[in-house]
Nanobody, 122 residues
Framework: QVQLVESGGGLVQAGGSLRLSCAAS????????MGWFRRAPGKEREFVAA????????HYADSVKGRFTVSRDNPKNTVYLQMTSLKPEDTAVYYC???????????????WGQGTQVTVSS
């Protein structure tokens, strides 16, 4: 079965950096677009970043543009989210999703990981 496993979350001070990873199995990874979403306490899940299947196209939410970078390593079946200049408002559970197109809409994605907590202290 398909599994997406996020890792790399943790507690970091404002201004710091983290790199999230999402390891995929049970699917032909190189044919799936990958997205990162997050859910803060009391809020809806929101789009963060997405990358196309071949890595050539990326898209970011305005709130993270210039601070976060999404990338993928297809031979390793892994997608990454490099987060820099972190702010307290970035605190959330971060999820990766696999879908056929790199979309901003969560319902487009077919598979999801369990999430990893990112907490940014001020």
């Amino acid at each position: 079965q398909v599994q997406l496993v996020e890792s790399g979350g943790g507690l970091v001070q404002a201004g710091g950096s983290l790199r999230l990873s999402c390891a995929a199995s049970g699917l032909t990874f190189s044919t799936y677009a990958m997205g990162w979403f997050r859910r803060a306490p009391g809020k809806e899940r929101e789009f963060v970043a997405a990358v196309s299947a071949n890595g050539a196209f990326t898209h970011y939410a305005d709130s993270v543009k210039g601070r976060f970078t999404v990338s993928r390593d297809n031979p390793k079946n892994t997608v990454y989210l490099q987060m820099t200049s972190l702010k307290p408002e970035d605190t959330a559970v971060y999820y990766c999703g696999a879908g056929k197109v790199p979309d901003t809409r969560a319902y487009i994605y077919n598979y999801w990981g369990q999430g990893t907590q990112v907490t940014v202290s001020s």
